[in-house]
């Protein structure tokens, strides 16, 4: 059988007395970059339509209410829901959580005889 010559390699790079090691900082983010971009909550969009149907409403939703909206339906992005019914005292808004956007609104006189589906979770503020 032939013999087999086994070369053992440093695991550790070879650094001689005087001699500095240099970091390369990579134009990638980091991991945990990543994650903090992943977990925050983004900005809702309104769609052309959504933004039609609030004025042809007459929809009028505060700028507090907007975050308070905002950051249910990243909470229910987390827990899973892609499509979220958002039941509000003056609206009723069908919201894709997994788009980050709002796909239609209604009155909740409009919204208190219909039946809503393709929604897999529903978000109630008061």
């Known amino acids: 059988m032939d013999k087999l010559n086994l070369h053992r390699i440093s695991a550790q790079p070879l ?12 134009p990638k983010q980091s991991f ?3 994650l903090n971009k992943a977990v ?6 309104i769609s052309k339509h959504a933004s039609e149907r609030l ?4 929809i ?3 700028d507090a ?3 308070h909206v905002n950051e249910k339906v990243h909470e229910a992005k987390i827990k899973g829901i892609k499509e979220s019914l958002v039941l509000m005292d003056q609206a009723a808004l069908i919201v894709s959580a997994k788009n980050s956007t709002v796909i239609t609104a209604m009155d909740r006189i409009e919204a208190k005889d219909q039946l809503f589906t393709n929604i897999d979770g529903t978000i109630v503020l008061s």
């Open 32 to 34: 945990l970059e990543h």
């Open 55 to 58: 004025l042809e409403r007459n």
């Open 65 to 67: 209410e907007w975050v």
């Open 15 to 26: 650094i001689h007395p005087g001699q500095s090691l240099k970091i390369v900082q990579s």
């Open 60 to 62: 009028h939703i505060s």
């Open 40 to 45: 925050q909550p983004t900005e809702l969009k």
